[in-house]
Nanobody, 121 residues
Framework: QVQLVESGGGLVQPGGSLRLSCAAS????????MGWYRQAPGKQRELVAK???????TYAGSVKGRFTISRDNAKNTVQLQMNSLKPEDTAIYYC???????????????WGKGTLVTVSS
């Protein structure tokens, strides 16, 4: 099976920075996309940023210009550099990946367990 393990969450003051990392492990053929979602209390889970195999990226409007997603295809890892953090960025951040297993054509969705990011003074 595929596992996604996140790291790097924590408490930071407004205007500060954090870097999240996620590593995919297991037996699979390829990873089509990796990204980050977040869910704040009382809200639905939303896309923060994603990056696909050709390197193209997508960002939520609320984080564009402040967050940067990057990926190491050789290591099956994805990072999210978060700068100029705001209290409204407080949420559980989930790593997401679309993974193609051996013998299958279409990718499947996998999720990490989440890491808490709290932005507060």
């Amino acid at each position: 099976q595929v596992q996604l393990v996140e790291s790097g969450g924590g408490l930071v003051q407004p205007g500060g920075s954090l870097r999240l990392s996620c590593a995919a492990s297991g037996i699979f053929f390829s990873i089509n996309a990796m990204g980050w979602y977040r869910q704040a209390p009382g809200k639905q889970r939303e896309l923060v940023a994603k990056i696909i195999n050709d390197g193209s990226t997508t960002y939520a409007g609320s984080v564009k210009g402040r967050f940067t997603i990057s990926r190491d295809n050789a290591k099956n890892t994805v990072q999210l550099q978060m700068n100029s953090l705001k209290p409204e960025d407080t949420a559980i951040y989930y790593c997401h990946s679309v993974v193609v297993l051996w013998g299958q054509r279409d990718g499947q969705d996998y999720w990490g367990k989440g890491t808490l990011v709290t932005v507060s003074s």
